[in-house]
């Protein structure tokens, strides 16, 4: 199969949201834009004229002042210092009172729609309960624990619209990582689910309600979604639904600084207490506007869709679709149950046009040689979380849809949002991510902050963007966050994740710089093991990570085996050979190890850094953020044996 997967047509480009943007910009700065790269340079190099465009094509409602941007300082970039918005207005403004706004698909609750004039209503009334019987003030923090459901969209709606700040975490987070995330911000109300279903199970999470009701004092408040109609309301709540109904005034709009605090987002928490990174409204509502309606051509006939969790960034990313006045499928559940295509089924009846996923989904699907049903609709697939492999890339043009286009894209929570992507301009090629996206000043650097093509480097931006969180929550000095993106490279945010850019812009990303490997001093991203082991079929999953060997470092992979398979001499030189044949005999493990299972965030990421730090006799930290801790125990057993 050909490496170039996708080519749009010029009918496509003409009809493209991005087309149309770039003859606006074009009819106010005398400029053509002949490609995506011309017009990338430009959004990086007149930061003031692009991003007031943006403000402008994407009908922001509110003032946006006469600057836009006060200096190019990182950290310190001030955004339309002197912008009123609200970000729930701006999300409210645009579907029609009888157009589907939310369609719910739930284990434990089935199916339900909800009309924009519905939404708006049910916002309306929550927003007025949290004001008048909460006493809910701007800065104050709502958070919710609670699955992928109208009532978290509703109360993020309801809160942001106020002025508050919205946090949230799935409920498969048990107690431990609840407190740990929610205890650092204070909440004055706490909206929860009384459990949730997954593969068929019920989970009940009264007792962690309890005792985030009992252990944060701030909490004066919590509104109960009744997901399992079998587990009993808390006491000292209130049902949510008692507060979405009624007729009570609805609280009058008020706009806000654009760097009002909108989100507080979490990091994994992987290597200790989670970060908590507060995201301004102005930023977000800007950037988002950007990504999906310029880059994912998503528009108020589109049925998107994303598989995520509360506790994810693509959370906020799928509500932030009702910008565009398009429907919202939510989804609450397992993907791959009660049968593995389940989502690609629901795909099919609804008609979803943009379908979201992570490239660990896409993977499995491939390696269970899923088929899929016709899929008339679909324009779009998302895939993030991790480097989708190039095979997959194969898989999806090959058994999903020819002449879809799939955008691989790359970010995180630190920005809500991404650096690269896709769009509708640029061709898809194997393997590889489209481009950085418009106003992102993206490159790879060496070590000596030089700029990289087509070498191994990390991945940093050169320009500020206003999706860059206004900070850490109680970092009032910005030392942590300085730390943490500008202290690589002073001046430059350095993201954390090893890539290579080449000639033409397309980026692969290569793994996350804290777990790259180092054997014999050359650098190697921990994708680029990966992506030759997907190739095996006998092996249904692996973990590769550095184990430190005097001055050097040893190359240590565990594999997960498919079912019936064993771990022979043979089947490891089969595995080494593939990896020596497509990389570099530094690539090839040491040592290849079976375990059952691999270590991941609730999020669906591999943790490297765990196994890691147990490989060097260190204990990790923060066990709650992994969705499977035990696993972690057959690593410490290798780790031992080595010790011995």
């Given at each position: ?7 749009p047509?010029e009918?496509?480009m ?8 770039s003859?606006?910009?074009t009819?106010?700065t ?6 995506y790269?011309?017009?990338h340079?430009?959004?990086?190099t ?5 991003w ?8 922001v ?12 300082q ?10 009123q918005l609200n970000?729930?207005e ?10 589907t706004?939310l369609?719910n ?19 309306m009334?929550l927003a ?16 919710a ?8 969209l ?12 919205w946090?949230?975490?799935s409920?498969?987070?048990?107690r431990?990582g609840a ?11 706490l ?6 279903r ?7 999470r ?11 004092p701030?909490?004066k408040?919590?509104l109960i ?7 009993a309301q808390?006491?000292?709540t ?5 507060a979405?109904s009624?007729q ?5 709009v008020?706009r ?6 909108l989100?507080?987002l979490?990091?994994?928490g992987?290597?200790?207490k989670?970060k ?5 409204a102005g930023g977000t ?6 990504e ?10 589109s049925?998107?869709?994303y ?6 960034m693509?959370?906020?990313?799928l ?6 006045g398009?429907?919202?499928v939510l989804?609450d ?7 593995p295509?389940v989502l690609?089924?629901h795909a099919?009846?609804?008609?979803i046009t943009?379908f979201?996923t ?7 699907c491939?390696?269970q ?6 899929l008339?609709?679909?324009?779009v ?8 492999a ?7 043009y090959q058994?999903?849809?020819?002449d879809?286009l799939l955008?691989s894209?790359?970010g ?11 769009n ?5 090629v194997?393997?590889k991510?489209q481009?950085?996206?418009l106003?992102?000043?993206?490159e790879?650097w ?11 480097g990390?991945l940093?931006c050169t ?7 206004l900070?850490?929550?109680k970092?009032?000095?910005?030392q ?10 002073p001046g ?10 080449d000639?033409?812009g397309?980026?692969?990303?290569l ?10 001093g ?11 082991v ?17 001055d050097d470092?040893d190359?240590?992979l565990f ?8 771990l022979?001499d043979?089947?490891k030189t089969?595995i080494?050979?593939?990896?020596r044949q497509?990389t570099?005999?530094?690539?090839v493990p040491r ?13 669906g990421?591999k ?10 006799g ?13 696993c972690l ?9 080595w010790?011995?």
């Open positions: 199969m050909s490496d170039l997967l996708y080519q047509s009918q496509q003409a009809k493209s949201q991005l087309t149309a943007f003859q606006q910009l009819a106010a005398d400029q053509p834009f002949p490609d790269p011309s017009l340079q430009y959004s990086i007149h930061l003031d004229t692009f007031r465009q943006v403000w402008q094509f994407g009908g409602i509110g003032e946006p002042g006469d600057t836009v941007l006060t200096s190019n990182m950290p310190g970039a001030r955004w339309f210092p002197d912008a970000f729930a701006n999300l409210l403004a645009h579907g029609h009172d009888e157009q706004a369609i698909l739930s284990e434990s609750r089935g199916e339900s729609r909800l009309s924009y004039g519905e939404l708006r209503h049910q916002v009334q007025a309960y949290l004001k008048q019987e909460c006493d809910v003030q701007p800065g104050d923090r709502v958070c624990y609670l699955g992928n459901t109208p009532e978290a509703i109360g993020m709606l309801a809160t942001t619209w106020l002025g508050a700040t946090s949230s975490a409920p498969d987070f048990g431990e407190l740990d995330r929610f205890g650092q911000i204070e909440p004055k109300v909206i929860a689910g009384n459990g949730y997954y593969g068929g199970k019920d989970f009940d009264s007792d962690v309600i309890q005792a985030l009701m009992e252990d944060i701030s909490i408040h919590a979604v009744p997901v399992l109609a079998t587990v808390p006491e000292n209130t049902a949510f639904d008692d979405v009624g009570r005034l609805p609280p009058d008020t806000f600084p654009f760097d009002h605090p989100y507080i979490f990091s994994s992987t290597t200790g989670p908590c990174i507060v995201h301004s509502l800007l950037q988002h506007i950007k999906l309606r310029l880059h994912g051509d998503i528009r108020q006939d049925v998107f869709f598989f995520t969790t509360t506790g994810w693509m959370w906020n990313w509500a932030s679709g009702l910008v565009t398009a429907t919202l989804y559940g397992n993907p791959m149950a009660p049968t295509d690609w089924a099919a009846n609804l008609g943009h979201g992570s490239a660990k989904y896409l993977s499995a491939r390696k040689n899923l088929s899929i049903p016709e008339p609709a679909l324009q697939i998302f895939s993030t979380g991790s480097p989708l190039p095979e997959d890339f194969d898989w999806v058994e999903v849809k020819p879809v955008h894209i790359s995180g929570t630190d920005i809500v949002s991404c650096f690269v992507g896709g509708p301009w640029s061709p898809v194997k393997g991510i481009a950085a996206n106003g992102m000043a993206v790879s060496s070590d000596e902050g030089k700029p990289l093509i087509d070498q191994r990390e940093v320009r500020p963007a206003p999706c860059m969180p900070g850490f929550w970092d009032d000095d910005q942590r966050y300085r730390a943490a993106y500008f202290e690589r490279f430059v945010w350095a993201h954390g994740d090893f890539c290579t850019i000639a033409q397309q980026v692969v990303i793994g996350r710089s804290d777990t790259t490997l180092n054997p014999g050359v650098r190697i991203g921990t994708a680029e093991i990966y992506r030759q997907e190739l095996i079929d006998a092996v249904q999953d692996s973990l590769v990570v550095g184990r430190p060997n005097g470092m190359v240590v594999v997960v085996l498919s079912e019936g398979v064993t022979t043979e089947l089969t080494a050979g593939k990896i497509n570099t005999p530094r690539h040592f290849i190890i079976e375990v059952p299972a691999i270590p991941y965030t609730r999020s990421k943790v490297e850094l765990a196994v890691t730090q147990i490989l060097r260190e204990s990790p930290k923060n066990l709650t953020a992994l969705a499977n801790a035990d125990a057959h690593y410490q057993r290798v780790a031992d044996h010790s011995e």
